[in-house]
């Protein structure tokens, strides 16, 4: 799925996008580190533990069998028909109410990416390689999208995280994890500190880092094995429906309640 970095960049695109009405973008810029800091926290359970349900609200299809969720719901649809407390933004506090926007952008690029990239290309819904080789490049086009992506990130947004407090703003997950999980991504896009993506995603496919880094460093590995399944293009008009489809959701919750 995407990436922290992948969303926060998300993000910024959403709040610099024309279709944003102003009414939707004042409040969200006002509250800009809660907004960022829910388009990073479904992934918390990498901090707190949690199955990833429990935070993501869809189940992944099954790698062998391709299994679609039981529930066809939008995931943002069931977490708030689950916590019916967060589905009036205009009822919570300005930061709660935008904290659960950034929530929402989350768990709607998930989906689509599942949906649209993951599924068709990598998934079992591919035809070439094994389903092992096309983890691994799956994870060599997200640490490439990383490296091509973090320079948008200026250093105020790693600011703008450090400075926002959760107060009980998800009833399924503590603010002892959110902080946790907000520091650890935000050191992370400080000047000069180190990304994890390649030593994470290394890890879970016990594979050397270096290999990762071997075929991230020769243009014609990534074009023969990475865009030669899905092209640079296929992946700019991926991320700009999925932009549309977050600004409209956005937009309802914030100014739709």
């Known amino acids: 799925m995407p990436t922290p970095i992948q969303h926060l960049v998300m993000a910024d695109d959403i709040l610099a996008d024309a279709a944003l009405p102003p009414w939707t973008r004042e409040p969200l810029i ?3 580190g809660a907004f960022l800091l829910g ?37 943002h649809e069931v977490m708030l028909a ?5 589905a009036c933004a205009n009822k919570l506090p300005a930061a709660q109410a935008a904290f659960i926007a950034g929530y929402i952008q ?8 599942i949906e649209h990239v993951f599924g068709p290309y990598f998934g079992m819904g591919a035809e070439w390689g094994t389903f092992r080789e096309r983890l691994l490049i799956h994870n060599i086009l997200r640490t490439w999208l990383d490296q091509r992506d973090r320079v948008r990130l200026n250093c105020s947004t790693s600011a703008a995280l450090l400075r926002v407090e959760p107060h009980g703003w998800l009833p399924f997950v503590s603010d002892a994890h959110l902080t946790a999980w907000r520091d650890e991504i935000a050191l992370q896009l400080r000047p000069g500190a180190p990304v994890h993506t390649v030593k994470v995603f290394a890890a879970r496919l016990n594979v050397p880092p270096a290999e ?9 590995d990534m074009q023969r094995r990475v865009f030669a399944h899905l092209s640079p293009n296929s992946l700019a008009r991926f991320y700009a429906d999925a932009l549309q489809v977050s600004v409209r959701r956005i937009t309802d919750y914030v100014g739709g309640v």
Do not use: C, M, N, Y
């Open 30 to 32: 006002a509250q800009r």
């Open 39 to 75: 388009v990073i926290a479904p992934d918390v359970q990498s901090v707190s533990g949690q199955p990833r349900e429990t935070t993501h609200f869809f189940t992944l299809p099954s790698p062998k069998e391709d299994l679609r969720p039981t529930d066809t719901r939008p995931a």
């Open 82 to 86: 689950e916590h019916p407390a967060l």
């Open 106 to 113: 989350h768990l709607t690029l998930d989906e689509l990416w």
């Open 212 to 220: 990762f880094r071997r075929i991230l460093e020769s243009p014609d």
